[in-house]
């Protein structure tokens, strides 16, 4: 079956625009979540939507991000006046969220890569 | 808060060599382990994971991994590698319950034919 598919792939931007990045998750997943990889760091987690309750937004790291998942399906994650140490790709993952307890597997996608000039 | 720790940043093999990655985890309460592996030009995928039972994890392509909950770590080894399991390793980590995963900063494993 399908994976996580994101869009772009790749994202030029210069500083100060707006972006955003698309994800669709495995059909039936309940569970989404978003990342960034910068260069040389380890995957950091951004946010979580589970179902229809409140999304887990503790990981942004600024008010210029924000995400929404629209039917509890596709999730768009937005970043505004973007700056370059924006620069990094961005990991969307999904899951069924039934385990409980935080043990399901995460399937994620290819990411898009997004470089601020 | 959590953190994970791979101290070995860039590992580099010959074929059939014995490999151990270490991962290391701050938490003291009850954790779910993961190592996820991104071939070159694939997404991520996992390899295996730790949530509860028997601490020796067998995962894919003859990966295992062993939680030691007195050294918090949970490395991963394989007994004999091949060329094809040149990849970035990623260790992750989140607390019972709680679904965002902590991951480190990868280990790139590269094999010599």
């Known amino acids: 079956g399908a994976g996580v598919s994101q869009s772009p792939s790749n994202k030029v931007t210069e500083k100060g625009k707006d972006v955003e990045l698309r994800c669709d998750p495995i059909?039936?997943?309940?569970?989404l979540y978003w990342y960034r990889q910068s260069l040389g760091q380890g995957l950091e987690f951004l946010i979580y939507f589970q179902g229809n309750s409140a999304p887990d937004k503790s990981g942004l790291p600024s008010d210029r991000f924000s995400a929404e998942r629209t039917g509890g399906s596709v999730s768009t994650l937005t970043i505004q006046r973007t700056q370059q140490e924006d620069s990094a790709v961005y990991l969307c993952?999904?899951?069924?969220?039934?385990?409980?307890?935080?043990?399901?597997?995460?399937?994620f996608g290819p990411g898009t890569r997004l470089t601020v000039l | 808060a959590q953190s994970v720790s791979q101290h070995n940043h860039h590992v580099i093999l010959s074929e059939a060599a014995s490999l151990e990655l270490g991962c290391n985890y701050s938490y003291g309460g009850t954790v779910n382990l993961f190592w996820y592996v991104q071939y070159p030009g694939q997404h991520l995928q996992l390899l295996l994971k730790?949530?509860?039972?028997?601490?020796l994890v067998k995962g894919i392509k003859g990966f295992e991994a062993e939680f030691i909950k007195s050294k918090f770590s949970f490395n991963l080894r394989k007994p004999s590698v091949q060329w094809s399991d040149t990849a970035e390793y990623f260790c992750a980590v989140n607390s019972f319950g709680n679904e965002k995963l902590t991951f480190g900063t990868g280990t790139r494993l590269t094999i010599i034919p």
């Open positions: 993952a999904s899951s069924w969220g039934l385990a409980g307890g935080g043990s399901d597997t995460q399937y």
């Open positions: 059909s039936g997943h309940t569970a």
């Open positions: 730790y949530f509860s039972g028997d601490p």
